[in-house]
């Protein structure tokens, strides 16, 4: 069976950090990543990852405070989130495509279930 189960979020206070996990089971995607959503916004591409690890990319508001790792062998992704901010506030999706390409046109195979942020004081 197909699934891809999201785990690591939480309350966090402005500056702090989260790690995201993502576990996937039933096949391996070549290419995994991030959405988030915001209450009353929509879903937004947050950083995505190659199947070797090499190429990343992230959004803009990223701004160097987000890692994103994959681990093919345990077949998991997380995202490291540091210097968080009461904007990062969303649930947090993991997703996958069959390739690079596929990703960037938003082709996805699967996606979790969310696992919500909240950062604030």
């Known amino acids: 069976q197909l699934q891809l189960v999201e785990s690591g979020g939480g309350l966090v206070q402005p500056g702090g950090s989260l790690r995201l996990s993502c576990a996937a089971s039933?096949?391996?995607?070549?290419?995994m990543g991030w959405f988030r959503q915001a209450p009353g916004a929509g879903r937004e591409f947050v950083a995505m990852?190659?199947?070797?690890?090499?190429?990343?990319n992230y959004a803009n508001f990223v701004e160097g405070r987000f890692v994103i790792s994959r681990d093919n062998v345990k077949n998991t992704m997380s995202l490291q989130m540091n210097d968080l901010k009461p904007e990062d506030t969303a649930v947090y999706y993991c997703?996958?495509?069959?390739?690079?390409?596929?990703?960037?046109?938003?082709?996805?195979?699967?996606w979790g279930q969310g696992t919500q942020v909240t950062v604030s004081s």
């Open positions: 990852i190659s199947w070797t690890g090499s190429t990343t």
């Open positions: 997703n996958g495509a069959a390739g690079w390409s596929q990703y960037q046109r938003r082709e996805f195979d699967s």
């Open positions: 039933g096949r391996t995607f070549n290419t």
